[in-house]
């Protein structure tokens, strides 16, 4: 697989920064599934494994970082998590890393930057 056919996963309940996540990471070249919920990501994960998942900590049925717990605890195949968060805090940034994310974004994202980013930690993780 190249960079470029990468599968990006946005789990996120704001449509607005979905879709304009969407929009520009599919201008990047990257094939985009989205979610809203732990448990519609959860299913997307089981029927088409991304190998970025762009992860929001809020989320409507809990906190996102459970996701991360479950897919571990069923085997799924490893993706390369980003935490997406409105709170810019120590103890925030220290459990996401410490679930397995490689980065911690604070909202709002800078979209247009993420797409040189979602590459670079692809390559450091093996899998362009």
Known sequence: ???DEAH???VEDNALVTSAMRILLEDAKFRVSTAGT?????????ADPPDVILLDLRLPDGDGLALLKRLRA???PSSVVVALTGRDEP?????????GC???LLKPVDVRALAPRLRSWLERAGAS
């Not at 103890?91 to 679930?99: K, M, N, Q």
Request: charged content about 25%.
């Open 38 to 46: 732990i448990g519609e990501a959860y299913a997307a994960c089981q």
């Open 1 to 3: 697989m190249t960079r």
């Open 8 to 10: 990006v996963l946005i």
């Open 74 to 76: 069923d085997g799924a």
């Open 91 to 99: 103890e925030i940034r220290a459990r996401c890393l410490g679930a």
């Open 102 to 104: 490689v980065e911690v």
